[in-house]
């Protein structure tokens, strides 16, 4: 009698907190819906987050207020996670008909506006793309190229989507090349752009500074040959170009102006755009 009666007790308690327990608390996931799924390839960000602002402002100056934007070519952006909900129809009409968006940086971070940036951009009628800020001093090449297509860094040959960037300049945390040799910032950009090709058909665009360019690479020229060339100089012209390059593909030509985030000029036409996209 006593074991029944201990057991019918247990079985009352425990209905008894089971009732207290509401059933919202019970199946609560402490990863909100809106946030990117986990990745097992995420590590912790060395510095705690991506950088805000301009590296090449900082290293290289810059006049102040909006910059004009050049007579030729066809007018475009790019944006991070620090430009927010991007009203993309205003852009549109203000004239911008590409935008590249930030991804990825590291292996630790991914931009958590990249869903709004990348897909609100394309249904806006904007060609766009994606690019990766490079951290060479934490992991391979390679590592991070992979970590930059599973997580938005893709292409196809749709005549929207332009080819994966490698975003590859001053370093924002520390030593300026990053602690690198010359020889091996050369053979980690070759790992990363390897592995882009590999996963995707395409090589990558560069997006780099003429300085850091020729002081982190020795002005490597044999990355010329397959990868358009991303430069950012914030002055009347995008010359001197690095080694390699006799032409620049895409001008970043200030951090401020009529679009948000930095202003951008295709040098060509919006049909060799769209070709460049075709791939």
Known sequence: MRIRRCITLLSTLCTAL??????????ASPTSPAAPASS???????????????????????????????????????????QGN?????????????????ATEGTGYRNPKYGQQYGGSYNAGMIRGAYHFAL????????????FVDNGGGWKADGRTLPPALDIEYNPYGATCYGLSRAAMNAWIRDFSATVHARTGRYPMIYTATNWWRLCTGDNASFGIKHPLWIARYAASPNPLPAGWP??????YADR???????NVFNGSLDQLRKLATG
């Open 18 to 27: 089971a009732v207290a327990v509401p059933a919202s608390a019970a199946s």
């Open 40 to 82: 097992s390839a995420d590590t912790p960000h060395p510095y705690g987050t991506d950088h805000a602002g301009s590296t090449l402002r900082t290293h290289e100056g810059a006049a102040s207020g909006p910059a004009p934007q050049p007579l030729a070519g066809v007018a475009g952006m790019d944006v991070s996670s620090h």
């Open 86 to 102: 991007v009203n993309w129809a205003a852009a549109w009409r203000a004239g911008a008909r590409f935008a590249i968006v930030k």
């Open 136 to 147: 060479p001093n934490t992991s391979s090449g390679a590592a991070q190229a992979n970590y």
């Open 247 to 252: 032409a620049h593909t895409i001008w970043q």
């Open 257 to 263: 102006g009529r679009f948000p985030g930095d202003q």
